[in-house]
């Protein structure tokens, strides 16, 4: 099992941007996608949440900016993100938390991430 994230980029400030993360594989079930960025010398922090019955939780920074979605038919997450600010820039990661097999505990998997620079 793989998580592929993409979108990412050079954008300017104040455009919107989406990243997607694709889980890749076999699975049984996806207890919750996030996002999680780390900006240059900062540690990793979660961004944005969506769990199994679609509730979603976000960061107070990007609250009303951000927006994450999934479209649980092809196991696939999207970070909407409007409004964007030098700030933002950071490399973002796809986590997932999900079961391969029905027998199996829910194990965590990370993507690689993908770079958004947003220029002033």
């Known amino acids: 099992v793989q998580l592929q994230a993409s979108g990412g980029g050079v954008v300017q400030a104040g455009v919107s941007w989406r990243l997607c993360c694709a889980v890749c594989g076999s699975i049984y079930s996806i207890n919750n996608m996030d996002w999680y960025r780390q900006a240059p010398g900062k540690q990793r922090e979660l961004v944005a949440g969506?769990?199994?019955?679609?509730?979603?939780n976000y960061a107070d920074y990007v609250k009303g900016r951000f927006s994450i979605s999934r479209v649980s038919a092809v196991n696939t997450a999207y970070l909407q993100m409007s409004r964007l600010k030098p700030e933002d820039t950071a490399v973002y990661y796809c986590?997932?938390?999900?079961?391969?097999?029905?027998?199996?505990?829910?194990?965590?998997?990370w993507g690689l991430g993908t770079l958004v620079t947003v220029s002033s």
């Open positions: 969506i769990i199994s019955d679609g509730s979603t």
């Open positions: 986590h997932a938390s999900l079961k391969e097999r029905l027998r199996l505990p829910a194990k965590d998997h």
